[in-house]
């Protein structure tokens, strides 16, 4: 009987502790439940985009300069003018031109990408003065 007894104690001890292991589980719960809520209801910011949806913009527009601005170049050009005596001969890369002119597509792309991030951002204010004009005037009526 003293073994029952003893068995008893450790199985009372056993079951306080899953008592406070689930207390504890929900009050974990609860506290993820109302940080999600929190999330949730957070006003969303004007136009964020998360780093991999930037660099994949940059990336593609990245290789659209390339291959329609840089690459469509003819990579030479010459020209020969004959007159007077004068025998003239000229050659030029187009590229290498173009791209000492211009800066590289990656930082053409990141201002892109910094100008309609902008252009959101304005709309995005456009919108909500409409919006709340729009509901001043029907708060008026």
Do not use: W
Request: charged residues 35%; proline residues 1%; glycine residues 4%.
């Amino acid at each position: 009987m003293n073994n029952n007894v003893k068995k008893l104690e450790e199985l009372m001890i056993e079951l306080e502790s899953l008592h406070n292991t689930v207390y504890t589980l929900r009050a974990d719960i609860g506290d993820a439940i109302n940080s999600a809520k929190e999330e949730q209801n957070k006003p969303v910011g004007k136009y964020e985009l998360s780093d991999v949806v930037k660099e994949t913009i940059v990336q593609l527009l990245d290789r659209f300069i390339d291959r329609n601005v840089f690459d469509s170049l003819d990579t030479s050009y010459q020209k020969n003018v004959y007159g007077g005596g004068i025998d003239i001969d000229v050659t030029f890369d187009l590229q290498e031109i173009v791209s000492d002119q211009l800066d590289s597509s990656h930082r053409m792309a990141n201002s892109f990408l910094d100008e309609l991030i902008k252009e959101l951002d304005n709309l995005k204010e456009e919108e909500d003065e409409a919006t709340e004009s729009g509901e001043q005037q029907h708060q008026d009526c």
